[in-house]
Structures are given as C-alpha cells and as structure tokens.
C-alpha cells in the first residue's frame, strides 16, 4: 500500500489504518480492476470508493436502489466537508436536473438511480465527462433470486456497456454464492472480477436477547436498562408511533437527550437530527428501520430491539451501527411472544397479492405512479419485460423465501446456544473465537444489569452535561442571530 | 393541513371548493380568481404550491364528517355551519393573517424564504470555521444560487457583523413574536429546531406557520427594493425585480394601459393584433385587481349585449368592489 493512500485515509477519513478487506478493495480499483465486494455493513463499505476517487480524480458514478441511501451518501459527504457530490434523482424538477447535468464536471460523486441513469441524456452526459468509477450499491438487488431485487438493477449490464468506466466496483452487504455469480453475469464482468469477502463478524458487540412478556414489561425493560447503559445509541422500533412516543418518555421520565426518527420526517428535520446525534448533542435516536442506513457515527454503543426485524439481514445491518470504533459495544433484543404475529404481517407488506397483480396486468398504465409500493414493483417488472404468470411465480417464492428467513430467524431468537455461531453460520462464515463471556448470553438473559457491568458498558449515573444544550437553544430573534453570527 | 387551515377560507355562503384549492396553488385563472376575490382570500394566491389535491379532500371529508361545513345548492359547493364557526372562533390564535404578504405578487415565496435561510447558515458556519454541515435545502438551484452569492460577498469587510446589521433591520420592523418565529427556523452553527419543536411551542397551525414567514419575506423584499443601500448582501441575494412581480400581467397590463389612455377593447386587440376574446380576459384581469378601475368607461364604449358571459362577469366584479371588506 503505497503512502499517498494512507495520507488520504488519515486527512480525509481521520482513520490511522484500514478495515479488513478495505485495502484490497481499493487497490484493486486502483488498479483499474472490477471488484466485487462483499462487507457487512459497518465495515466501511463508502470509504471503498470514497478513497479512489480522491486519489485518481475523475468522476465516480453511484448507483443506488433508494433515494434516502443517496440523501444519507450525501449527507454523510457533506459532514466530512464534501461538497463535490449530487444526488440525481426524481424528487428533482427537470430544471434542476439540466442544471445539474450542465454543471457535472465540478463535482466528484454522482448518486444516481439506475432508472435515472438509463435515460438517454443521463448516458450522453456522462459519456461527454467519462467515467472514472462506476459502483453498483446493494448490488444484490440485481439479482431476482435475492429478497431484494429491483428490476430496474437489469439494465445496469447495458448501461455499463454504454459507459465504458475505467473500472466497477460491486458493493453488497449479503450475497449468497448463487447471487455472486448472478452479480457478475447480469453486469457482463464475469471474467476479470476480484472477489473479495469478508466475515460477518463483529467480535465487540455482545448479542443479548431479553424475554418479555408483553409490551408493558418493555417499556419498564428499558426504563430499568437506559440509565445505566453506555451512551449513545439506538433503539429500533417497528412503528413510527412507538419511536414518537418512547422518545418522549425517555427524555422527559429519565432524562435523556432522545429523538425519534422515522421515515415522514421533513427532510429539515432528518438532517438536523442527524447533524445532533453527530455532535453528541443527542444521546438516544427511536427509530424505525428508516435510519441510519449512511450514517457514520463512530461510537455507538449500543443497538437495542424493542422489535426485532424479521431476518438475519436486517439485524445483522442494524446491530452494525454500534461499535464502529472497535469498543466494546452491545446488541440487546427484545422478545415477546406477541411478536411472531407483527413479523408475520410484515412479510406481506408491500408485496402485491394474486388479485391486485391480476388488475395491475389488466391495464398497467393506470397504475403507473401510483407511489404504492406493491403497484410500483409490478411497474418495475412490465416495464423490464416480465408477464403475469412469471411475476406470480416470482413474488410467491420470495414470499416462501421471506417466510423461511423469519423461521430461521426465530430459531437464533429463541436460542439456547451460542448466538454468534448461529449467526455467522447463517452467512456461511464460522466462528474464530470459541463461545466465551464476551460473545453472547445463550438464552434469555435474566439480568441484563449484570452483563453490563460483566462487558464494561454499565455507568452508575448518566451525566448530565450536554443534555440541557439543546432545552437551552435561544428562542428569542436578538439572541438567535447573537449566537449564530457572533 | 389541519382542520382549521381549510375553516378559514370557508364562510356562511356557498363556495365552489376546488377554486380555494386552486387558489392556494396557485391557478392564476379568471374563475379562480373571481372566486378568490368575491370569499377574501386573493392575497393567498400561490401560498401553498405543494399542497396536493388528495390532501385537501381528504381535509375536506374530515370538516364533512364533524359537520363543520354542508354542502350548498349549487353542485360542490360548501358552507360554515353554526358549528363550524364555533370551532373557527375557538381556533381563532391558530390563524394567522399577513400584513405584507401578496401571493399573486410572490408566488416563489418559498423558495425565496429557503434561499435566505440557507444563506444564514451558510454565513453563520463560515462564521464559526465550520465546513463539516448539511445544507438546510437539498434544492439544487437554490444551492447554487447562494454559492454564487458566497463568492460575491464574501470578502465583504466583517461579513456576519454587516448580516445581523441586515436582519436587524428587517425583524425589528416586524411584531416580536413574528420575529422571533422566524428567526426559530434559521439554521445555523450549533442551531436548529425541529419542525415539532416549533409547533410545540405556537398554537399557529402548519400552514400560519408557513404565512408568517411569507409575510416577513414580503417585508424584507419591500425594504430591499426601497431602501437598497441599507442591505447590501441581502439585496444581492434576493434581487427584488426576480422575486416580486407586478399583480397584473404584463400582457393584461399592456392592455390596461391603452385602455386608460382611452382607446376600445376592439380598438386595442386590433392594434395588438389579439383575439377580442383575449382582451375581455386582460379586462376581466383587470377590473379584478386593481382598485381604481373606472368600470363606467367600459360601459360607456362596450357594445355586447347585457346578457353575454363578460357583461355578467363585469357586473359581478363592479358589485363586489362596491362593498369591499377586510378579511
Ligand atoms: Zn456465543
């Protein structure tokens, strides 16, 4: 590795030494080689593009599935002190979109949808300026044997074609062998790809599940954890509701800087949120799944489920935000027995049924733009060429396929073994570390106070500094533009 | 958009619904206009741009279901109830009323409030050495707007000092609780509210929350073009002939003019070589919004017969301007 990379690493991303695996990643893009890069999240997966790009100029092209993970590309640039970066997408005019492709070649990083990026002027542009990097994102929702795949990923190999980029770099948290290989064939890089994967594993964060009967006994759960848990973190909820209303009580009952966060935010809102949670100035975030996915926050310390998703992808992504930093950090789940109930349903939603794809195939225009999830993915399919009966066929066996990751999921839920092996065995990796204090409770944790203290994380009393700076910002205009201006 | 937000338009006489609707987008047409002149809400034109259409009614059914408004005679036409002027009276210190404002005069003022915001941030994290910040927008024009900006005034002699110079200014000439509010939602070094913390402390609704800086933005546009030398940063930024237009067209205006100077309607869309359809339009645009229109002029040498759509049109504009009343 030569030393300009470790300068850049150190200038630009205040890191003394790579992540396992980041450094091969960027040789090889370096080298002008295609990689497949296969990293969980929280491995720093942004710095593996990130970093080439500062170093060889040029214009490096994203592609992402979700305009919230480009907002969070962007946002997450932005706080670095990035500002040559821009997210095309459809929540702009078409004003805006010429302007911003006229003013292209000043910037560095280009997010972009593969819809958008298909579009005849998008290609012309980009062809014009040319293509340094092309990354593919959460690039297993190219393939239609994945629970996540859009078809719009489709028409990448074409486009791919078209752009002729000096080298492309897959990115993907989760992808069995079959989903590799489907990677590589549909993108038409076959050939000359560098694979590189790495172990799921994150050795600091303990894996702690508690049992709890009902609703009532989590909320009084985690009024009995929260003032003794390391801070900051997160806690996940599975209603926009619930977050809203456990980030009230914990603010007001214990004290605690908190936020909720949830996808109807206002986009003001989101980034304040997220500004704060960045200068310590919050020290608990509810959420709903909708956060964090770009989020770089290095030292969180722990990841607690008051609902726990419905498969090991999710999970494994969420429990990722805390202990980024390498410290000692804790996953704690919440289990209640209502809960198989809330997962199932969730299984269904936003996958369109037999009835509404039988109307949808009727007249497919109507339902264009609907904003309706369900209807929107039967747009995707008609418009890549798919009839009735194969998307019928498809969404059933994804729904099996959902229906088998929630079983297997629940097995590692109700565990009375190692939980990490359980894990790791389910992304085909083994553990390095025989089961220890340190690993995981085997079981439901009876007392979750006392594996605190066991793995360092437990604190006598939160302190209080910093908690009043936000119940003191100033609310009158003279003292506003005091503390902004002067 | 809350209950009260679509009370407010609403009064004990019938009126067509989606006119308020197209109204508060902004759908600068004769009926629109008419209808939004004839129930006192003109000065609203353009203030809710993003407001959708399903969001509205679905408003609409919620003020049906409590029994607030009943339908009127004519087909989707509605009206206050008993009830719903109880609960308008109740709601009372949720409305908030413009002193400046004039959407028809404005209709970007959003995107005008967005472009003053982000410039405060910008000036107050450049203030505070800060690079490392998300921009208050994600409006890419409006971005560039401001950056462009930056780079004129940047050297300027004690930057930030000369801002709050400006903003003083402008916020002290508006009511304290005005002005505090809308200095709540600047953005800036170690700064911010949520959108939930602001309405937690104001019993102003979404949408008041939204005309009060309107109102402020109209205030500072009026000081920008009046008294330039006082702002020279904010006038760069908010170049008052970009932001605010003349109420009339222009086209209607050209027609206004050659009207005064006395010449007929067949006359003038001769001469502008325009459809006699297109000038009665211009005329009816014209009766409508300005004040001082001397309706006996139009009699005096129009020849169309009393029964015709814009001799109707005409009368029903004279006898609202006959008795205007404050909202
Ligand atoms: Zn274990």
């Given amino acids: 590795?030569?030393?300009?990379?470790?300068?850049?690493?150190?200038?630009?991303?205040?890191?003394?030494?790579?992540?396992?695996?980041?450094?091969?990643?960027?040789?090889?893009?370096?080298?002008?080689?295609?990689?497949?890069?296969?990293?969980?999240?929280?491995?720093?997966?942004?710095?593996?593009?990130?970093?080439?790009?500062?170093?060889?100029?040029?214009?490096?092209v994203v592609v992402s599935p979700l305009i919230s993970l480009m907002q969070d590309q962007v946002i997450q640039l932005n706080l670095q002190g990035e500002k040559r970066v821009i997210s095309l997408n459809s929540t702009l005019n078409m004003v805006e979109q010429q302007a911003i492709l006229s003013n292209l070649s000043h910037y560095l990083f280009l997010l972009i949808a593969p819809e958008t990026l298909g579009r005849r002027d998008v290609l012309t542009r980009l062809q014009q300026i040319g293509v340094q990097l092309l990354v593919i994102d959460e690039a297993h929702c190219i393939s239609q044997w994945g629970v996540d795949f859009r078809p719009s990923y489709l028409q990448l190999g074409t486009i791919r074609a078209k752009l002729r980029p000096k080298s492309t770099l897959m990115l993907t948290a989760t992808a069995t062998q079959r989903v590799q290989q489907d990677i590589l064939e549909k993108l038409g890089v076959s050939a000359t790809t560098q694979k590189v994967t790495f172990s799921v594993d994150r050795p600091n964060i303990f894996l702690d599940v508690l049992q709890c009967p009902d609703d009532q006994a989590k909320v009084a759960q985690l009024k009995e954890l929260l003032p003794h848990l390391a801070l900051p973190g997160i806690i996940y909820f599975g209603s926009r509701k619930k977050a809203q209303a456990m980030a009230q009580i914990i603010q007001q009952d214990l004290g605690i800087s908190a936020a909720y966060y949830h996808g109807a935010l206002a986009t003001k809102d989101r980034y304040l949120i997220q500004q704060r949670f960045m200068a310590h100035q919050l020290q608990v975030i509810c959420a709903t799944n909708a956060f964090g996915m770009g989020i770089n926050k290095k030292d969180i310390r722990f990841v607690i489920h008051y609902h726990l998703p419905t498969n090991f992808e999710s999970y494994l992504q969420e429990i990722g935000r805390a202990g980024r930093d390498g410290q000692q950090s804790i996953a704690i789940g919440f289990n209640s027995p209502d809960d198989y109930q809330r997962q199932l349903a969730l299984l269904h939603m936003g996958l369109p049924d037999d009835t509404m794809i039988k109307l949808f195939y009727q007249q497919p225009k109507k339902f264009a733009n609907t904003g309706d999830t369900a209807f929107d993915l039967l747009w995707a399919y008609q418009q890549n060429g798919f009839d009735q009966q194969q998307v019928q066929k498809l969404l059933q066996h994804k729904l099996i396929e959902k229906q088998q990751e929630l079983t297997a999921f629940n097995q590692f839920i109700q565990s009375q073994g190692c939980r990490r092996q359980l894990l790791l065995a389910h992304f085909g990796n083994e553990l390095t570390h025989p089961h220890d204090e340190q690993c995981c409770y085997r079981g439901f944790d009876p007392k979750p106070l006392v594996r605190l203290k066991q793995i360092g994380l437990y604190v006598n009393q939160q302190p209080i500094a910093d908690q009043q700076v936000l119940a003191t910002q100033p609310r009158k205009w003279q003292q506003i533009l005091r503390h902004i201006l002067e | 958009m809350e209950a009260i937000d679509l009370i407010r338009f609403f009064s004990d006489q019938p009126q067509r619904y989606k006119a308020i609707y197209y109204g508060l987008v902004g759908k600068k047409t004769i009926s629109n206009l008419l209808a939004a002149k004839k129930n006192n809400y003109l000065v609203y034109f353009h203030s809710w741009p993003r407001l959708s259409l399903t969001t509205f009614q679905k408003c609409l059914q919620g003020l049906l279901?409590?029994?607030?408004?009943?339908?009127?005679?004519?087909?989707?036409?509605?009206?206050?109830?008993?009830?719903?002027q109880h609960y308008r009276q109740a709601q009372q210190p949720a409305i908030f009323i413009p002193s400046y404002y004039q959407g028809l005069c404005i209709p970007q003022g959003q995107q005008g409030i967005e472009l003053l915001y982000l410039a405060i941030q910008v000036i107050s994290e450049y203030h505070h050495g800060q690079k490392h910040y998300i921009p208050g927008t994600t409006n890419y024009l409006l971005q560039q707007r401001v950056r462009q900006w930056f780079q004129q005034v940047k050297h300027y002699p004690q930057l930030s000092q000369q801002l709050v110079q400006e903003l003083t200014r402008w916020l002290t000439a508006l009511p304290a609780d005005q002005a505090d509010f809308v200095a709540q939602n600047f953005q800036g070094y170690q700064f911010g509210f949520q959108q939930s913390e602001l309405a937690d402390k104001t019993p102003l609704s979404g949408y008041s929350q939204q005309l009060v800086q309107l109102d402020a933005l109209a205030l500072l546009l009026q000081y920008l073009a009046q008294q330039p030398q006082a702002f020279p940063l904010l006038g760069q930024l908010l170049i008052p002939d970009q932001w605010v237009q003349p109420i009339l067209s222009y086209s209607a205006n050209l027609t206004y003019q050659a009207f005064m100077a006395g010449q007929s309607l067949k006359q003038i869309g001769y001469k502008r070589r325009l459809k006699d359809s297109t000038i009665r339009e211009h005329i009816l645009e014209v009766a409508l919004l300005m004040p001082g229109f001397d309706f006996e002029q139009l009699k005096q040498q129009d020849d169309l017969p009393p029964t015709d759509y814009f001799n109707i049109r005409v009368a029903e504009i004279q006898e609202m301007s006959g008795h205007e009343r404050p909202n």
Wanted: some cysteine; proline content about 4%; aromatic content about 10%.
């Fill in chain 2, 65 to 84: 279901r409590a029994d607030f408004v009943a339908a009127g005679e004519v087909a989707d036409s509605f009206y206050l109830t008993a009830a719903g």
């Fill in chain 1, 1 to 60: 590795m030569n030393a300009q990379i470790e300068t850049v690493l150190k200038s630009k991303f205040g890191y003394d030494h790579f992540r396992p695996g980041q450094a091969q990643i960027i040789q090889g893009v370096l080298d002008q080689q295609n990689v497949l890069g296969i990293l969980p999240t929280g491995s720093g997966k942004s710095l593996c593009y990130q970093l080439p790009t500062y170093i060889q100029g040029g214009l490096t």
